[in-house]
């Protein structure tokens, strides 16, 4: 079993930056491959970014250059910096995990460990 808790969401202008953290417990963050996803309203939940256990990094195209994702083990933490946000990245962010890990994950269906969502809102 793999416990994940979110938090650093909140309220930015346009531009600005957040940093999510989502702490893991029952596994550590290097033997899971891990994902960012995000669910805004009325959408379906999709795939933000993705780190596998080995360290293979995944994002998808809105927000390449702006996003970053990166863990700490000795934390056995995940991050996702958000820098240059925008209007249409406002949505719940949830942090995800695949146990045992069998590399880069980039399908909902992949992930059998969830957390219970963090909300980001982008004021433009």
């Known amino acids: 079993q793999v416990q994940l808790v979110e938090s650093g969401g909140g309220l930015v202008q346009a531009g600005g930056s957040l940093r999510l953290s989502c702490v893991a417990s029952?596994?550590?963050?290097?033997?899971?491959?891990m994902g960012w996803f995000r669910q805004a309203p009325g959408k379906e939940r999709e795939l933000v970014a993705a780190?596998?256990?080995?360290?293979?990094?995944y994002y998808t195209n809105t927000v390449k250059g702006r996003f970053t994702i990166s863990r700490d083990n000795a934390k056995n933490t995940l991050y996702l910096q958000m820098n240059s946000l925008k209007p249409e990245d406002t949505a719940d962010y949830y942090c995800?995990?695949?146990?045992?890990?069998?590399?880069?994950?980039?399908?909902?269906?992949?992930?059998?460990?969830w957390g219970q969502g963090t909300q980001v809102t982008v004021s433009s």
């Open positions: 780190i596998s256990s080995r360290g293979l990094l």
């Open positions: 029952g596994r550590t963050v290097s033997n899971c491959d």
């Open positions: 995800a995990a695949r146990s045992p890990p069998y590399g880069l994950g980039i399908k909902l269906s992949e992930y059998g460990y």
